[in-house]
C-alpha cells in the first residue's frame, strides 16, 4: 500500500464546477504539500499545511489530523486550472517529501 | 529572484554514456533535494542536502548515480554508465532548512537514453 494515496486518479469537470480531490497518507507527518503541475512540466508549490484551512484565490486546503486526511478544493473552476495534483507529504523538520501518484484534472469550457 | 536553475533542460544520449545533470538553488535556501518522475512510479525523492551535505541518499537506485553539491549554489546529479531505464524527469528543488518549508522546483531535465 502507497504511504500517500490520492483520489480521483483523474477528474473531468465543466467549468465553473466545483471540485475536490482528496489525499490519505499512513504514516507521521509534520506538514502536507500540495503542489500543481502544468502540462508543460513545471511543478509549483500551492500550500503547506499542518492544520486546519489555508485559502488561496480559488484555492482551498484542508487538513484532518486525526483522521490523516486533507482535501483540496477548487472553486469556480476554469480551463487554466486543468494540471496534475500532488500531494506530499513531509516527516519532520528534515524536508524530504513523499509523493501521491497525483490527480489529473481536466476543466472544460 | 530567478527560482531554482536547473540544466540542461532535456538530454538525449545513447546508453553507456555519463550524464551530468546541474542545479541552481535559491540564494538562500540551505536544503537542495533531487528527484526523478516517471509515469510508472510518480515523483521519487534521490537525494537531499542540508547546508551541502548529503543528508539521506536512500532513494539513489544504485552505484551508477552519484551526487555532489560543493557549495551552497551548485550540485550535479550525475549517472554513468546511464542506461534506458533511467529515462525520466529529473527535478531539483530548494528551500529553507528550518522547520516545514515549502520546496521551490526548477523546470526539470527531461532525459532520454537511447
Known amino acids: 500500500k502507497n504511504e500517500v494515496e490520492q483520489s480521483p486518479q483523474n477528474l473531468t469537470a465543466q467549468e465553473g464546477e466545483f471540485i475536490t480531490i482528496n489525499c490519505s497518507y499512513s504514516?507521521?507527518?509534520?506538514?502536507l504539500h500540495w503542489l500543481q503541475q502544468h502540462p508543460g512540466g513545471g511543478i509549483v508549490s500551492l500550500f503547506m499545511?499542518?492544520?486546519g484551512k489555508k485559502k488561496h484565490g480559488r484555492l482551498i486546503a484542508t487538513i484532518n489530523i486525526q483522521e490523516k486526511h486533507s482535501s483540496l478544493h477548487i472553486t469556480a473552476s476554469h480551463p487554466r486550472d486543468s494540471a496534475v495534483y500532488i500531494c506530499?507529504?513531509?516527516?519532520?523538520?528534515?524536508?524530504?517529501?513523499?509523493f501521491g501518484k497525483g490527480t489529473k484534472l481536466s476543466v472544460k469550457p | 529572484d530567478a527560482g531554482v536553475i536547473q540544466s540542461p533542460r532535456h538530454e538525449v544520449t545513447e546508453m553507456g554514456q555519463e550524464v551530468t545533470l546541474r542545479c541552481k538553488p535559491i540564494s538562500g535556501h540551505n536544503s537542495l533535494f533531487w528527484y526523478r518522475q516517471t509515469m510508472m512510479r510518480g515523483l521519487e525523492l534521490l537525494i537531499y542536502?542540508?547546508?551541502?551535505?548529503?543528508?539521506?541518499d536512500s532513494g539513489m537506485p544504485e552505484d551508477r548515480f552519484s551526487a555532489k553539491m560543493p557549495n551552497a549554489s551548485f550540485s550535479t546529479l550525475k549517472i554513468q554508465p546511464s542506461e534506458p531505464r533511467d529515462s525520466a524527469v529529473y527535478f531539483c528543488?530548494?528551500?529553507?532548512?528550518?522547520?516545514?518549508?515549502?520546496?521551490?522546483f526548477g523546470d526539470g531535465t527531461r532525459l532520454s537514453i537511447l
Open positions: 499545511l499542518s492544520s
Open positions: 504514516v507521521g507527518i509534520s506538514a
Open positions: 542536502f542540508n547546508n551541502n551535505v548529503p543528508i539521506d
Open positions: 528543488a530548494s528551500s529553507f532548512l528550518t522547520g516545514n518549508q515549502p520546496q521551490h
Open positions: 506530499a507529504v513531509g516527516g519532520g523538520s528534515q524536508g524530504n517529501l513523499i
